[in-house]
């Protein structure tokens, strides 16, 4: 034992053991802490996240890894707690929009069954058939909403004549703008062609209209122009406001939104909400603006080439 070199070697293996087992010990005492951190976090309604601070580059980036899942599963949840929000305000609309009309009917049927007068009973007749109108809408609207909520939903494009379906659409509203009293300025370039879905354009065109009925104050304007440079065609309506109303620009999209609480006209409130989706499901931008007392959504696609 008391050779020199025999001694070294067994003292550099000591220090070599020693050393190794410190760091063994530091490692597991660092994932010791982790562990305990991770599970307090698990088992707690809690923002904290991980702290570490050894020297170990692996066990940095691990903690580092779990705050970013941890991160992550935070705004998941947040999302959730949002989107189950919505679900109980979209059941209560629902609920509300549904039972406005229904009551409506059962009251006038009331009266259209106690009334002998042919002028009364015709007059009856007709409102029942304009709340029918408006409730089957309510419900065309809601099962339209479901439909491109849903994240499977796709649209099958095709070459469309742009100007032709505005126009159209326009057109199928001219009584209800005229019972309105409604003006209507139209400048619509002619012949403008876009790859998109023809139903889907005509329903935007619709639900941008009917809004318009609903919340506008008359003095309408559509236009429809190109921009060649950039490749695009814009879809732009504007309505008068009604006085006091100032609707929110950045909202009018949200599902529900509708401005004004205590304003009833049949509308199911998701209209905007369906124009942007299918906007967005045929590549295009929207954006909504108010400017001097006017009301207006401009709807950007790309031309054909």
């Known amino acids: 034992m008391n050779d020199p070199l025999l001694i070294t070697i067994i003292t550099v293996l000591v220090c070599v053991t020693l050393a190794l087992s410190f760091i063994l010990i530091s490692f597991l005492s660092q994932m010791k802490s982790i562990r305990s951190q991770v599970h307090f976090i698990s088992r707690n309604e809690t923002n904290k996240r991980l702290s570490f601070y050894g020297k170990s580059r692996s066990f940095r980036r691990l903690a580092s890894d779990i705050n970013e899942i941890l991160d992550s599963n935070d705004e998941k949840h947040r999302k959730i707690i949002a989107e189950d929000k919505e679900i109980k305000e979209t059941l209560t609309n629902m609920s ?9 009917l059962k009251g006038y049927f009331e009266l259209l069954e106690q009334t002998e ?13 304009g709340r029918i109108d408006s409730l089957s809408e309510i419900l065309e609207t809601m099962f339209l909403y479901t439909k491109v909520s849903n994240v499977n939903f796709k649209l099958d494009f095709e070459p469309i004549d ?29 012949g403008v062609k876009m790859i998109g879905n023809e139903q889907s354009l005509k329903r935007i065109m619709q639900n941008l209209i009917r ?15 190109t921009d060649d440079s950039a490749g695009t065609v814009s879809i732009v309506m504007e309505n008068l406001l009604k006085e006091g109303q100032m609707p929110d620009a ?56």
């Open 96 to 104: 509300h929009d549904i039972r406005t009309p229904l009551t409506s």
């Open 162 to 190: 742009c100007s032709k379906i505005v126009l159209e659409t326009l057109f199928e509203y001219y009584d209800d703008f005229s019972k309105a009293g409604y003006e209507v300025d139209v400048d619509v370039k002619e």
């Open 250 to 305: 950045g909202r009018v999209f949200d599902r529900y939104y509708k401005g004004d609480a205590s304003r009833h006209t049949g509308s199911s409130g998701v209209g905007l909400s369906v124009v942007k989706t299918l906007v967005e499901a045929m590549n295009g931008r929207i954006t909504a603006y108010v400017r001097d007392g006017r009301f207006g959504i401009e709807a950007v696609f790309k031309l054909m080439k």
């Open 211 to 225: 809004n318009s009925l609903y919340h506008g104050a008359g003095d309408v304007s559509l236009k429809l122009f």
């Open 117 to 129: 007068d042919p002028e009364e009973r015709a007059r009856y007749s007709s409102i029942i058939r």
